[in-house]
């Protein structure tokens, strides 16, 4: 059903699997020795943080954090909302941020400056999504999932006006959903 509003899949459901892969391994191999802090944003975080963590051969605690920046639409509004904080200090943890997307990365460098203003010992960000045609600010996520074009993508956690999160795969929305 929600397949007939979707124009192309962008990153299928095997890409995602192998892309957890490799970045699993990377951050195993960098992390080793140290006890992470995976930070997943919610809502958008779900699916990836889940199918990554698998991945990962640490000693790793995870937590969420809920954080809003669209608000229903295709845009980011730029205004970045905290609606669920952390439940633990941060203070002298090694932080790995866990997003779905990147795009005008205004709410990854919020997160990251507040993270590292309460003291954590360091804060890098792994993200499925890399939008880099959509930045207003400068920002390089250390672990990149899959580089994407400027166009607005659905499923695997990410929304169009709260729907699609449960799609197994990353698509792109028709048009005329987002229009009419
Ligand atoms: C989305 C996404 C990222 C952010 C990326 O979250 O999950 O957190 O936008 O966009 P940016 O780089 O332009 O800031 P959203 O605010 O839609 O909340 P959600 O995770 O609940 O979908």
Not at 37 to 51: A, H, Y
Not at 97 to 109: F, G, Y
Not at 155 to 161: A, E, T
């Amino acid at each position: 059903m929600l397949e007939k509003d979707i124009k192309k899949v962008l990153v299928s459901e095997e890409e995602i699997k192998q892309t957890c892969i490799k970045l699993g391994k990377q951050i195993t191999e960098d992390y080793k020795g140290k006890d992470p802090l995976v930070v997943g944003l919610l809502k958008g975080c779900m699916p990836f943080m889940t199918e990554l963590m698998k991945n990962i051969d640490l000693y790793i605690d995870i937590e969420l954090m809920g954080v809003q920046s669209y608000h229903g639409g295709t845009q980011s509004t730029g205004d970045v909302k905290i609606t669920r904080d952390l439940d633990i200090p941060v203070k002298g943890r090694d932080i790995l941020i866990a997003e779905d997307i990147v795009d005008t990365a205004k709410t990854i460098s919020v997160i990251t400056k507040l993270l590292k203003y309460r003291g954590a010992n360091s804060v890098e960000v792994v993200t499925l999504l890399d939008k880099p045609a959509g930045r207003v600010v400068e920002f390089t996520p250390k672990y990149i999932g899959v580089t994407i074009p400027k166009e607005f993508v659905v499923g695997f956690g990410l929304d169009y006006d709260e729907k699609y999160r449960n799609l197994p795969y990353v698509g792109v929305l028709k048009e005329e959903v987002y229009t009419k």
